[in-house]
């Protein structure tokens, strides 16, 4: 796709050169680039690394690492649907003392931002993983996953209440140094996504990443079984996005100072600024990372020639701007448009 | 235990010719620099539908061969058996259209150092990789001899290429409309119980892979297989593609087809326990707890 840059008629100059301030606030973590991947979809950076230069966007969120070595899911784990993915994977990764070691180290040495993700069968748990990094150090942030819905107790995640969501958050919050600011990784599988980023804002997180993937399932018509060998698995992809856009855009409403990093099926700089505009104040590629590894890179560059198409010098204008009164510009257009429409197609009556 | 793709570069390509043959479909595209670096057993993903395509999901082609040089640059070769929307959608692309081509992927076949005796194995259109293997072992010197079967005539692959560069080819369908009727593997038993065999090689559908490490390793002949494993990324960030595959150090791990494979020594993987987690595998507890 080769996104023609129509001009808005308040900002001259070439758009496809044009520079945009992308740096990003999520309370005290300040990132250079908004841009971020999404947790489980650049394992630790190394194989992405090969495709773009992993240290030229906002960071990398690593994919969630519990305290012990995790085999994951018996295949098939993973099944294609309309614009997006469906997937149980179950979390396989070496466990968090080999992910210091050698991700965590890595990604230092390399340079990369580093938003480490973490998650726990119980609070303890996650507590523990947080006390290990917290001795570890060398790392940006943490987002605390409690939302994955490949874990054993399905459907039962801890951020599908919001005391069980804040009792992890807590945990979290007393096990590591206090300047590293908590992201809690909230589900759209709840009845009101409001209270559970209040709830865990109240807790002692920075802010919240929405959304994880939406519980779902596929049969395999072949074998007329489910797809997954784990039933049920979590739904990503384009697919999701106006769901995302939806989360965001309730929390900002609700809490207009949380940082939130948005995501859910982002494939476009085009789609990144719709979370932008949202309220989202960064976001994370996911999926679509599968679908083009060098995706990040490639919606950092559209995004700023879509926000600098919009008059807009910096990312920051726009966070939250679709929340804003009707533009008094617009206003002023409606009436005249009304009043060429009357003299064509009110002249049939005469006053 | 990290393993990369440090080689693999994402290009725009062009297809330049697709033809039909059998139940398949040979498409040769333009991959400037993939070509270049290519080692047999290799695999190519291909973006599907284009950028604003409902299809997220890269499929992956193992590589037939490829060319370097020529009046297109870097050039390559790849079957397709139209099976899916995405496969479907690949197979009737015309000259020029432009494709989305990462690779080269994976771990290729190990080549021995000396002039040895190999047996290729192929099932189906697993048979494509073999070319370019069986090209490379006779640069080195091999004898190699190979058995291409599939289940009928149409569904056999690449027996007119494999010929050329084979010491000797021998065709099987299990119908019988074409060679020996019966299987690769009946071939294969005979051909390791008469003759000095050293490696086997081998690619096409799980259950004949399974069986063919399962003979190599009864008479103590080393195999390396091919396997084919769904892949979301196919460049090691999803962990999709998991088998249970035995470590050096005797411990089972649920590794990735994509960047630890797709070659792996048939008498490392855990054939029969393939979309299982096995007791015992590396990191499996809390699964059982």
Redesign the interface.
Known sequence: ?TRKIVSSGNVSGNYGNARCDLRATLGSLEIPSAILTAS????AG???D??FDITQIGGIVT?SI?L???????????A?T????L?S??L????VESFIE?DLVWLRQRGARTIVSIAG?TAEEFGKVAAKLRIAGGFDAIEVNISCPNV?DRGQVFACRPDSAAQVVQTVRRNSDSKIPIFAKLSPDVTDIVDIARSVSQAGATGVSVINTLLGMVINTTTMRPAL?GVTGGVS??AIRPVAVRCVWQIRSALPDLPIIGMGGIR?GHDALEFILAGANAISVG????????APMRIQTELQQELASRGFTSLAQAVSYAHREADIASMEEAPSSAAEDSETEWDFISE | ??S???G???VKGEVLDVQRTGKYFLMSVTAPGVAERTQPGQFITV?MG???S?????RSFAIQRVQSRGMYGGTLEFVVSPVGLGTNWLTKLRRHDPL?L?GPLGKPFTLPTKPVTCVLVGGGYGSAPLILLAESLRDRGCRVDTIVGASTEDKLYGGLELKRVSTSLTLTTEDGTAGVRGRVTDVLKATLDTSQVDVVYACGPMPMLASVAAESMARKVFSQCSVE??M??G?????????PVIGEDGIT??LRSC?DGPIFRGDRVRWSE????PEG???????RS
Not at chain 1, 40 to 43: F, H, N, P, R, S
């Open positions: 796709m489980g979809c650049a394992a190394r194989e992405l090969n495709y994919k519990m012990a070595p995790r085999s994951g899911r018996a295949t098939p784990r993973m294609e309309p614009s997006g993915m997937n994977i179950g396989q990764g070496p466990g050698n069968g054993e060998a992809g384009p476009s999926t679509s990372i599968f679908n083009d590894p060098s | 235990m990290a990369m793709n440090s693999a570069i994402q973006g284009g950028q604003e409902s299809m997220i999901l890269r989305d990462v494993e769904s979301a990324c460049i090691g960030v999803c962990m999709t593609c998991v088998l791990r649920m960047v393939i979309g299982t987690v595998t590396w990191g499996s507890e809390a699964l």
